[in-house]
């Protein structure tokens, strides 16, 4: 049971920022959960205590049963947390829901050593990888495209990009609302409109980090080049005429 609120607990920054600690410690529901998140997205508070209330209450939502999309929305509404805090929330995510959502916060963060050492920990990728449109927009949409190159991951997002996609299958929409800065209800349509600048995002981002062999199989492979037949050398030359158009 949450105790009630003083007028006391209202006095300072450092009250208020007690009071929250001490709410998350003691929420479980759903509806609580969602009622702190939002507290803590207006918060005006900056620093230490921050990062600690952002921790207790990412952990606490990890912790709390079939809350694998409210972990991922809290995630997203903070643009960086210490990795120290982050590692600590993927272990718990890791051993209380899945690999698969682990993964994904992992991607969330702002760390790559943390994304890079969760896909090591990971012996194989989950089979429901393989058709999760979440997954893979949020590689592209967060740049990890090239954190991803070494890995199993990155065949099936190549797989991905091949396909037509299927956005309806984007289930957890308010995190992607985060993401996008957009309304909940814009956020498939939102994503439909990119879909044609899908490849090029991935490309750019493949370039960017040096990786031009990949950036040219890219264009290849999902067949962005009116050409019929090309080999690397001239998808390679068609990257560069792409970034100077």
């Not at 829901?97 to 012996?123: F, N, P, V, W």
Request: hydrophobic residues 45%; proline residues 4%.
């Amino acid at each position: 049971m949450i105790r009630q609120v003083s007028r006391e607990d209202m006095y300072s920054e450092t009250a208020r920022a007690t009071l929250l600690q001490s709410l998350i410690s003691q929420s479980s529901s759903l509806k609580e959960l969602n009622v702190l998140l939002y507290i803590l997205e207006t918060w005006t508070n900056t620093g230490s205590s921050l990062h600690l209330m952002w921790a207790m209450l990412l952990k606490a939502i990890a912790k709390a049963p079939n809350q694998h999309s409210l972990v991922l929305t809290a995630r997203a509404c903070v643009t960086e947390l210490p990795l120290e805090v982050d590692k600590e929330i993927t272990a718990e995510i890791l051993n209380s829901i899945g690999t698969l959502e682990a993964l994904k916060y992992s991607i969330l963060s702002s760390h790559q050593r943390l994304l890079e050492e969760t896909l090591m920990s990971i012996d194989k990728i989950d089979a429901r990888a393989c058709r999760d449109a979440d997954l893979f927009e949020m590689v592209i949409w967060c740049h990890r495209t090239p954190a991803i190159v070494p890995t199993p991951l990155y065949p099936l997002l190549m797989n991905y990009l091949q396909q037509p996609p299927v956005l309806d299958s984007v289930l957890n929409t308010k995190m992607f609302s985060k993401l996008l800065e957009c309304d909940e209800s814009e956020v498939v349509t939102r994503l439909a409109s990119s879909a044609g600048s899908r490849v090029q995002k991935v490309v750019q981002q493949l370039n960017s980090a040096g990786h031009r062999a990949e950036a040219g199989s890219t264009v290849l492979l999902t067949q962005q080049v009116p050409s019929v037949l090309l080999t690397l050398n001239e998808a390679l030359q068609t990257l560069d005429s792409m970034f100077k158009q």
